[in-house]
Each structure stands twice: as C-alpha cells, then as structure tokens.
C-alpha cells in the first residue's frame, strides 16, 4: 500500500468529519477523529502529556486520515507530515449556522456520530463561544500552517463553501454530501 496521510482541518460545524468517514471508507484509510484524543467524556480537556502519547504515534504512521483540530500546538507538525491537506474554512456565520443544524440534531437524538464521540451535548453557548475563539484564535494559525504545508510542496486543497465541499465531497466519494 501506498503511503497516504490526510489531514482534514478547520472550525466545527464545518462538515470535516463527515467528508473524513466518506473518504476513509473509499480510501480505505483508519480514520482518527483528533477531538477523541483531546476530549475526556465529561467534556474535559486531556492532559498534555496523554494526549501527546496518542497523537505522536499517529502522526509517524504511513497511512492515516485524522480530522479535527485538536492542540494548536500540534497542527503543524501532523500538517508537515501530511501528504494532503484538506481546510474546511468557510465564513465564520456559516459555521454558526452547521453547528446550530447539528446542535438540534443532537436534542433530537438525531445524531449519529456526535462530537468526540461524546453524547453529552454541549451547551449551544459554548459551542458558539467555542466556534467564535477558535475562529479568533486559532484560524490565523491554522491558515498559516497550511500555506506552510502548501509551501513545502505538500498538496493542499481549500474548501470555503458549502457547494464547495458538497462538490468536493461528491469528486472524492460519489456520494454528495
């Protein structure tokens, strides 16, 4: 088997893991949802140095998609190992609006993989608020790791709609998403 190691990143709400689980699947890639390593089941965060040993041995792999954000301080380095990276970075308003889509799902028992795998719903207020730091405070250093990995020769593809990733989706997998 070829090497492949796709990173699938960008706020929540975006759609990353639902593109993730369909490209897996065609790829026939293990798939790591990052925020699983990052998030204990009562919604807090893992230590450093436990979620450290989990994310360094992924990241050495040959053949792996993990999707998510997880520590900032983390992302460049599972980026440059990458051989493609996918940024889901649409406008701010429309994370908001995915996230709330989610969020109702979610009190309806409608959701069928819930983030982190953890099926305690989160206040809307902090996902919001959760949304909006992530956008302020790690989206400019997220977008700079990519132009990094695209400047390192790593393939990059940049996603900033809907009918982007509904087109992207369908490319990749057949499947619209």
């Known amino acids: 088997m070829t090497e492949a190691r796709i990173v699938i990143i960008g706020n929540a709400g975006g759609g990353k893991s639902t593109?993730?689980?369909?490209?897996?699947?065609?790829?026939?890639?293990?798939?790591?949802?990052v925020d699983?390593?990052?998030?204990?089941?009562?919604?807090?965060?893992?230590?450093?140095?436990?979620?450290?040993?989990q994310h360094a041995p992924l990241i050495a792999g040959d053949r792996w998609m993990l999707e998510g954000l997880g520590k900032l301080e983390t992302i460049r380095d599972?980026?440059?190992?990458?051989?493609?990276?996918?940024?889901?970075?649409?406008?701010?308003?429309?994370?908001?609006?995915?996230?709330?889509?989610?969020?109702?799902?979610?009190?309806?028992?409608?959701?069928e993989h819930p983030p982190a795998g953890i099926h305690t719903m989160i206040t809307t207020r902090d996902m919001f608020e959760?949304?909006?730091?992530?956008?302020?405070?790690?989206?400019?250093?997220?977008r700079a790791n990519v132009d990094e990995a695209e400047a390192a020769?790593?393939?990059?593809?940049?996603?900033?709609?809907?009918?982007?990733l509904n087109a992207f989706t369908e490319a990749m997998t057949g499947n619209a998403a």
């Open 153 to 164: 020769g790593i393939k990059v593809t940049r996603i900033a709609s809907v009918d982007e």
């Open 36 to 53: 699983k390593l990052l998030w204990q089941p009562d919604w807090s965060e893992a230590s450093d140095a436990d979620y450290e040993a």
């Open 78 to 111: 599972r980026m440059l190992r990458a051989t493609w990276v996918i940024l889901i970075d649409m406008p701010i308003w429309m994370h908001f609006w995915l996230a709330a889509e989610r969020q109702i799902a979610w009190a309806k028992g409608e959701l």
């Open 130 to 142: 959760t949304l909006w730091e992530t956008e302020q405070d790690m989206m400019p250093t997220i």
């Open 19 to 33: 593109l993730a689980r369909a490209m897996a699947a065609r790829r026939d890639l293990p798939l790591v949802e």
